[in-house]
């Protein structure tokens, strides 16, 4: 081969090799440990912080017990304690940890019980217009015992 | 054997070069493209037990947007961009007069679901009108897995379709690649961004954000690894359906009452 | 105002549109690379003679465009300090993940092509020049002088071999780019298998009409005559592949039309209101049709010479437009039909911002600088003066 041609293929070549050497450097070690991704992803994605606590870990003793064994038995049982309280996560690792007040207004609980031509028709709704004249809702219904009127 | 000093310069540099690139090139190439059955068992956690599938029923879904404002608490995803994880579409199919036959119908979504759907259509024109919750299906042959360039988003060995924030370029050919319209953009990170089913918390024992906010029990999650699991039997016994299945991404989100009207 | 840019249902996510004006830039930049690779080739590969005043032009103007290709796309990454991760762990599933190696080894094949086709000059100059310019041109040589006969009779045999690879290398660069879009089985106005052929025929034709522009302006800038027989010779390439490119493009709505199926509705939608102007305006007839009818034309007069350039010149401009429309309807047009298909968007661009419109045209002018400065270093006039000698320094043609 003319000596111009083996000079271009062996910088060609030194190039390449330069690349593979820098890539083992810089590429991730746990990469491809489980497929063709950063192994060390699927931890980092498993330890980010959990925010919602769980209603059970409300009505742990010495904690909010009472009113956990009144909503518990009740229709709103299904309803989340931090759907309206807000996530407790921290509260509940701090009781010191405030929660924001819940919403109590006629808007907040109408976010469900309000008519609407979508909801299944078994679904206790109310049209907000007539219903309970311009009274916030838990004037009539304790929301931890709702139907208790 | 008699060689120059310079013969056995060249021959020795050749060498050197050559063991250098060999070795890199093994350890580069070759050990990175095994998938190793390695199991990952981190705090009691062992993914080779679990596969996890998701269960939506809209007969019973009113529609109150808690499952999508739960999600954007407990992950962090930006109220004040439409972005979601998980939002609820409402379909109202509208009388149709005999002679066109086609069926009209309005669809919408405000804020994902998480504020009010307004009533505003008047409900003698309406047919039928139902919600259907939406979030990420991951599945089992993810289009958006396929098209990721670097690797930076994986299925998981327990089911989750994952990204890996520190590896994404934010090319966002995964976003264009689901038909589900699941992947969003996140501004902050400069990477593509989804549902991940609250791995986090799945991981510990406890259920995606979404699923523990719903009031109604029309989000269900468990293992259909454990056959005492609800999801598993509705799977199992009821009838169910998929969202575009003639794409073969073979989602793991089954509805319960998924109407033709269902885009 | 919102509600005019959104129709229909469309998924809450989608209500930003992802792919910018520049992800359009990249197609077409690496089209014009291709076609104009292919415009060299006919000389270097198949031998046309009369291509051979502007086969080392050619090549000089697919590298200045192909060192300017990455430049949207690292623009538009949302991390591009990671994007060396696609030549580093490419996900081979992906038809993206080409990008890497296939742009990096047609890099390869250009530098050389060029390099063994100008090492003759290289060496002459390095031999008769002094200073700077003497290191410049002795280091472009690899400080190898050999230009006896038979050395460069073994780079012009190296470089037919390498060209002939070079084909099959061009079309991967550009077929892979129609691929990363007919493969997304989500979105009915991409997904095609037709995709990368289509996308690769209007690459030649955008490539060769671009050359035909360049030549005549380089030309006109150096007062140089220009070659008739050369330029027809191109129009008439241009032409056919013109055909070829109508057909593919015409061919895939039809198909779509005739197995009507359910995302027809959304389809007809984009084409008779979304993209309407621009497909059927641009594209098609601004950007094919009357090209089409002019080059008839042009081949089928005889001698006037002046006119011809005239309606050579006004067809390659409007095919360098079409294409640009067609790039746009593709990559625009895709993504302003929801996954829902019962929805639309609209994509406005923006001038002041980092995908936008200013970005653009910047990265769209730097391929002509570097052309200046390449032909300044490695000048191909001298295959022009060769053809038409008795008219060089003429200012009238």
């Keep these: 081969m003319q000596p111009h041609l083996k000079r271009a293929f062996t910088l060609l070549a030194l190039v390449i090799i330069a690349f593979i050497l820098v890539r083992s450097l810089v590429v991730p070690e746990s990469f491809g440990q489980y497929g063709w991704y950063r192994g060390a992803s699927v931890n980092e994605l498993r330890d980010l912080p959990v925010n919602y606590a769980g209603s059970t870990s409300c009505g742990e003793e010495n904690c909010h017990q009472i009113i956990y064994s009144v909503w518990v038995k009740d229709r709103h049982k299904t309803v989340n304690c931090e759907t309206c309280h807000g996530p407790a996560e921290k509260h509940v690792l701090n009781a010191r940890e405030p929660l924001t007040p819940a919403n109590d207004t006629r808007d907040y609980c109408g976010k469900c019980h309000s008519k609407g031509i979508a909801r299944p028709e078994l679904f206790p709704q109310i049209d907000q217009e007539t219903h309970g004249q311009d009274l916030r809702c838990v004037y009539c219904h304790n929301p931890h015992k709702p139907w208790f009127v | ?263 | 105002m919102l509600e005019n840019l959104i129709w229909g249902y469309v998924y809450p996510n989608e209500s930003e549109i992802q792919w910018s004006i520049l992800i359009v830039l990249y197609p077409y930049i690496t089209g014009l690379v291709a076609g104009a690779f292919i415009a060299s080739s006919l000389y270097h590969v198949f031998g046309k003679k009369e291509i051979r005043p502007v086969a080392r032009f050619a090549l000089l103007t697919a590298l200045s465009f192909l060192l300017v290709a990455m430049l949207p796309l690292l623009v538009h990454l949302g991390r591009p300090e990671r994007g060396i991760e696609i030549m580093f762990t490419p996900h081979l599933t992906s038809a993206m993940s080409g990008f890497g190696y296939i742009f990096s080894f047609y890099l390869i094949i250009v530098v050389l092509e060029i390099w063994l086709s100008f090492r003759e000059d290289i060496v002459k100059t390095a031999l008769s020049s002094h200073g700077w310019k003497e290191l410049l041109y002795s280091s472009l040589a690899l400080f190898s002088f050999d230009i006896s006969e038979k050395a460069l009779h073994d780079d012009e045999n190296f470089a037919r071999k390498l060209a002939i690879i070079g084909i099959p290398s061009a079309a991967f660069l550009h077929g892979y780019v129609g691929f990363i879009f007919g493969g997304i089985k989500a979105n009915p106005w991409w997904s095609t298998p037709l995709m990368p052929i289509i996308f690769l025929m209007s690459a030649i034709v955008s490539g060769i009409a671009l050359l035909i522009l360049i030549y005549i302006v380089a030309m006109k800038i150096r007062k140089h005559a220009i070659d008739h027989k050369c330029l027809q010779s191109l129009a008439h390439y241009l032409w056919i592949f013109l055909i070829l490119d109508v057909t593919l493009e015409l061919l895939e709505i039809i198909s779509m039309k005739y197995a009507s199926r359910e995302d027809i509705d959304i389809i007809n939608r984009l084409l008779s209101d979304k993209i309407a102007f621009t497909f059927w305006g641009v594209q098609l007839t601004l950007g094919i049709f009357i090209p089409f009818v002019l080059l008839l034309m042009v081949s089928l007069m005889k001698k006037r010479d002046t006119l011809k350039l005239i309606m050579i010149s006004i067809s390659s401009i409007f095919v360098v437009i079409g294409v640009f429309a067609m790039r746009w309807n593709v990559v625009i047009g895709g993504q302003e039909i929801s996954k829902s298909l019962v929805g639309t968007l609209t994509y406005v661009p923006v001038f002041f911002s980092q995908e936008g419109v200013l970005p653009a045209i910047i990265i769209f002018i730097l391929p002509f600088i570097i052309l200046r400065v390449v032909t300044s270093i490695l000048p191909p006039w001298k295959d022009m003066d060769e053809e038409t000698p008795e008219l060089t320094k003429v200012s009238k043609t």
């Excluded at chain 2, 670097?150 to 060995?157: H, L, Q, R, W, Y």
């Excluded at chain 2, 990170?189 to 799945?202: E, L, N």
């Excluded at chain 2, 509705?234 to 319960?256: A, Q, S």
Aim: aromatic content about 10%; overall charge negative; charged content about 25%.
């Design chain 2, 1 to 263: 054997m008699d060689i120059s000093r310079r013969e056995f310069t060249k021959i020795g540099c050749k060498v050197i070069i050559g063991a250098t690139a060999g070795t890199a090139i093994v350890e580069s190439f070759i050990i990175n493209s095994i998938g190793a059955e390695n199991s990952n068992a981190q705090g009691g956690y062992d993914w080779e037990n679990h596969f996890w599938g998701y269960v939506i029923d809209t007969t019973k879904c009113i529609g109150c947007g808690r499952c999508a404002n739960a999600c954007k608490l407990e992950n962090k995803v930006p109220f004040d961009e439409e972005v979601y994880r998980t939002w609820i579409e409402r379909y109202r199919v509208k009388k149709t007069s005999l002679e066109t036959r086609e069926e009209e119908v309005v669809i919408d979504s405000p804020n994902g679901g998480i504020d009010e759907f307004v009533d505003d259509i008047p409900a003698e024109e309406i047919n039928k009108a139902f919600y259907v919750p939406k979030i990420c299906n991951h599945c089992d042959n993810a289009p958006c897995v396929q098209v990721c360039p670097v690797g930076a988003t994986f299925v998981t060995k327990d089911g989750v379709v994952l990204v890996d924030y520190e590896y994404c370029i934010g090319c966002r050919y995964c976003i264009q690649g689901c038909p589900y319209g699941a992947r969003y953009f996140n501004i902050e990170k400069g990477t593509a961004d989804k549902c991940t089913w609250c791995y986090h918390r799945i991981t510990k024992g406890l259920l995606p954000a979404c699923v523990q906010a719903c009031p109604t029990g029309a989000r269900k999650f468990g293992d259909l690894k454990d056959n005492n699991s609800e999801v598993k039997k509705i799977i199992d016994e009821e009838r169910i359906n998929l969202l575009k299945p003639d794409l073969g991404t073979k989602p793991k989100v089954f509805y319960i009452g998924l109407d033709r009207e269902v885009k």
